[in-house]
């Protein structure tokens, strides 16, 4: 008889030999279930790069180290565990931290590279958790229980915030996740140019997007296997607001890669289950469209309009298709499945048979795809959404930049081949490598950024890991019985759904995210068959791997709490400085933040801020020096870094220092090369700096105005290169040639002898508006140009004039400015 359908037999678990579980056991249970559940309300454990996120990742470390030791617990009291070869991966795992710490040598931010480097150890410590624990099979029920039933209440959670129960929904989480000062979890909704976007607990709508199109397959494929009236209603029951909520995150990236995800999972299951999984898709999807006009309407008046007169209309709307969605899909489960299987079980003996009906209804969905955008129908969905189904093409905005980072990317890469240039090295890097001035601290792919970072020796151990697990489970799968592929599947979908999303997103960034991938990886690897160790005895495993943990978890243990602790201080100094405004009291909570973390930009930026302050009420050159050097110092650490660059360039503007602050835009011109306003004060810096030389060594000054005129030409080239940018992409920040970069450059060739290539270097930027002050210097330099040459532009001299006759007079002291040729 056929192991496939309602016929199918449980097969012994290898570990489950007692119904009772030890006490590590129950621990890493529980820290498990208690941190899956907090994790996701603090913002997914975003790893933004700044301190303003840093603190729950820390917690998450403390709590890791935890599950660390109670791992350790748990491998020490299996007596007779049969180790197979999958075991080894337990090992393998933590080379990805290893590769992340031999990269933070070559870091280009050493803060960033140890916080990349723990971020690493969590995932390697969650993926050996699981991988040593689901073989028992109640602890395995357990993990995707709740894993589910967290996905589920993010959900309810993100539509509470669409409808305008925002402040109900925070109320539900606040005693353990952070408020905005109006009492809201911040950034559930986003408001852009397209309108109101979903992005429930992420604060970024492609991420969970990417999380509901892997918990939409979940919800599926319990719907399809259990055969509980209840969990058939429960599952049932959530298709509507999942796919609803993808519908209201306006994610394209998620709309494209949905099918693609679909069709890859569908590969793995029976024809009858796929027949199936597409009947439950169809009837949830359907529901969702009736009431997709209404919910977004809904969602558009509260957030837009500030109204929330219609939510009850809406939770009518969802609750009510919700409902009709379970009872059809009870239905069909309970009448209709036992009949498809039993008319499929022959077909489905044939090797062929999985891929038949996913390659079919790739034809036929790329067809309908094509018809609905290419005809009337997209009509009858909301404009937001219609309006983004209509933008999906290669030349629209997001995709291009998309293209462009990748590019951008594997230029930073040249440079860091080996081991990487270090965790946050393209946050770090970026601005260097950029083809155009775009904002962006994430490479927006996970396997683009992970290359950054560690460089092909990392990017080659990742893939191979991601690849043996990938390859093992499939072999596994194929002779597997029903029951056993049933109980590890929903890793396969979970790990897949997101790992294939962050080719084009950064979904991993959010710690959350990866632990998901990384517990599904374990599941994946638990799943297993291999042939018994044979080169390696099974305790020479057991004692490595307990032996790794028991280190890996001393180390984050210890490293947490001193991270927690300087992290809470830094939050203590900037509480007291608002509050009581007591300088010695802020500086002391300051010092032992920085005193723990030396190596943070903000911290040190905060501390010459308040030096810097009290140096301007009291101008004491203590106060002045203590700022540079903590800046300075900072500085050796984080070479680069624009926050603390930015704080000092400041501090020189504030008391006039021309030399060191030449010195500082000059030596970092090249790591901002699409900036501006840094472009402009580097140009008038190296002016002045060169009239400086000029008085005591003439003869020198010509190397500081060349370096002038060649800062124009780049800004003037980059402004050429941005008119080849793609119709569909937008440039970024503003980069332009202004007046004050054209004045000056015109001055340096003034002062190298050269009036008329002045004058022909600022001419193209004189601007009609002379009622500008900066236009008319512009202008005034211009014409005195023309003078020297022995060319005066009659028709510019005569609009200055006609603006204010006194510029005659300024106009003369600007032509008598000769300098000898040299």
Known sequence: MSTYGYGAKKPKQKNDKSNHFSLAQWGAIVT?????????????????????????????????SILAFLTVGVLLQFKKRNYDQSDVLTLFVF?????????????????????????????????????????????????????????????????????????????LIGWFSRLNADGLYEQAIWVDANGPRLASVFQYPNTYAAYLMAFLFVAVFYLTTTRKAVSHAVHGFMLVPIILSILLTLSRSGLVLLPVVFVVVLLFVKPARQILWIIHLAISGAATLVILNTVSAIGNQVHLNESGSSTLRGWLYILGASAACAILCWIVQRFFAPWLERKLEGFSMKKWSNALLPVGGTIIAGVLIIFL??????????????????????????????????????????????????????????????????????????????????????????????????????????????????????????????????????????????????????????????????????????????????????????TSLLFIQASSSFAKADKTLVETKNFNLTMEYLNKALKIRPTVPEYAAFKADLFKQVYTQQGDEDFFAEAEHT??????????????????????????????????????????????????????????????????????????????????????QGVEHLKTLPEGQLQGREFIVTNTMAMNAGRAYIMKGEPGEGAEAMKPYLNEDLSNADNRELARWYVGATIQNGQVDQVWYDKMLSVDPEEKERIEQVAGMRFLKQ
């Open 32 to 64: 498990l279930i208690l941190f899956l559940i907090w994790s996701p309300f603090q913002f997914g454990l975003f790893n933004g790069q700044i301190t303003q996120f840093e603190k729950p990742i820390y917690w998450s470390i403390l709590i890791a």
């Open 95 to 171: 080379l990805l931290p290893l590769t992340y710490g031999v990269s933070a040598f070559f870091a280009a931010s050493s803060y960033l590279a140890v916080n990349a480097i723990f971020i690493m150890l969590i995932y390697a410590v969650f993926f050996a958790l699981i991988k040593l624990t689901t073989g028992e099979e109640k602890i395995n029920r357990i993990i995707q229980i709740t894993l589910t039933g967290s996905a589920y209440a993010i959900v309810w959670f993100g539509l509470m915030n669409w409808l305008g129960n925002g402040k109900l929904a925070a109320a």
């Open 373 to 558: 955008l290419g005809t009337g129908l997209k009509n009858l969905l909301p404009e937001s959404i219609s309006s983004r189904l209509s933008s999906i093409n290669f030349q629209q905005h997001s995709v291009l930049e998309r293209i462009t980072f990748y590019k951008d990317s594997m230029k930073l890469v040249a440079d860091y081949p080996v081991f990487g240039a270090g965790g946050g090295a393209w946050s770090a890097l970026y601005e260097k490598y950029q083809n155009n001035p775009y904002e962006s601290a994430q490479a927006h792919s996970y396997y683009m950024q992970y290359l950054v970072e560690s460089g092909f020796f990392g990017f080659i151990i990742l893939i191979a890991f991601l690849g043996i697990i990938y390859w093992k489970y499939v072999q596994s799968f194929r002779n597997a019985e029903e029951t056993k592929r049933n109980s590890y599947f929903m890793y396969f979908i979970l790990a897949t759904s997101i790992l294939v999303h962050s080719v084009m997103d950064f979904n991993m960034s959010y710690v959350y995210i990866g632990i998901i991938v990384f517990i599904s990886l374990g599941g994946m690897a638990a799943s297993i068959s291999t042939e018994p160790l044979k080169k390696i005895k099974p305790s020479t495993i057991k004692a490595a791997t307990a032996s790794i943990l028991g280190i890996a978890g001393i180390i984050m243990f210890i």
């Open 631 to 716: 800046l300075r110092q900072a500085l050796d650490k984080q070479p680069g870094n624009r926050i603390l660059l930015l704080r000092l360039i400041d501090l020189y503007e504030q008391k006039g220092m021309d030399s060191e602050l030449y010195e500082v835009l000059s030596e970092n011109a090249e790591r901002f090369p699409w900036d501006m306003t840094w472009y402009e004060k580097y140009m008038a810096a190296t002016l002045r700096q060169g009239i400086i030389i000029n008085n005591d060594s003439p003869d020198k000054k010509n190397e500081y105005m060349d370096e002038i005129i060649a800062a124009l030409r780049h800004v003037e």
